[in-house]
């Protein structure tokens, strides 16, 4: 079974510069999540879609940052304009869902390490 | 509001030791609990979970107990091998009053180092 593909693994970018992240979860995941991890920290939700349809951007600043799931599958997470306090690694996570609810085992993607300068 | 903590970054156990990594919770409405493991430049990866009914769960080495008066998890390694150096997160889903799917909360982690 493949896991879940992220792209790119590394970009370096200047301050208000943008950038997108690409990711493909596990075939027949519903659910699909992008997390935002600075140095030092614990993964931050940043959304979370259910098939094509957000539940939860509530930790998105949306005023930069913007995701979309098209067809339910694959998902681009795009910030634009960066800042330098957007360095961190960006992980996308995909999970069965039943019922609605999240069972809690999600498998994540290697990451895409973005640095801002 | 940090649900989930970890007070260790990190925790240096000699190798076939007992390594104990500690979380506490603050939401006694949590339905279970989850350790995740991460080595460097990779994803996290899913360890071991415990429902809020039980006070133990066991896996190979890996044994979680819950303490629900304390708020109190922890996640035993016994014994510790090399391999088990990584950062260790302990999770938790939950259920904003505005939605009605849960999501996954993680603590900060806390490195561990087996030393030989």
């Known amino acids: 079974e493949a896991g879940v593909a992220q792209s790119p693994r590394y970009k370096i970018i200047e301050k208000r510069q943008s950038v997108a992240f690409w990711c493909n979860p596990i075939?027949?995941?519903?659910?699909l999540y992008w997390y935002q991890q600075i140095l030092g920290q614990g993964p931050k939700l940043l959304i979370q879609f259910q098939n094509n349809g957000v539940v939860d951007d509530s930790q998105l600043p949306k005023d930069r940052f913007s995701a979309e799931r098209l067809k339910g599958v694959d998902s681009t997470l795009k910030i634009q304009p960066a800042k330098l306090e957007d360095s961190a690694v960006y992980l996308c996570?995909?999970?069965?869902?039943?019922?609605?609810?999240?069972?809690?085992?999600?498998?994540f993607g290697e990451g895409s390490r973005l640095t801002v300068l | 509001d940090q649900q989930v903590k970890q007070n260790s970054p990190s925790l240096s156990v000699q190798e076939g030791r007992i390594s104990i990594l500690n979380c506490d919770y603050t939401n006694s409405m949590f339905d279970y609990f989850l350790w995740y493991k991460k080595y460097p430049a990779e994803g996290p990866t899913f360890l071991i979970s415990i429902s809020s009914i039980k006070d133990k769960n066991e896996d190979g080495r890996f044994t979680v107990f819950l303490n629900k008066s304390a708020k109190h998890l922890s996640l035993h390694i016994v014994p510790s091998q090399p391999g088990d150096s990584a950062v260790y997160f302990c999770a938790a889903p939950r259920v904003p009053h505005y939605s009605s799917a849960s999501k996954i909360i993680f603590g900060s982690g806390t490195r561990l180092s087996i030393r030989p």
């Open positions: 075939s027949g995941h519903a659910t």
């Open positions: 996570a995909s999970s069965l869902d039943y019922g609605g609810r999240v069972t809690g085992e999600l498998f």
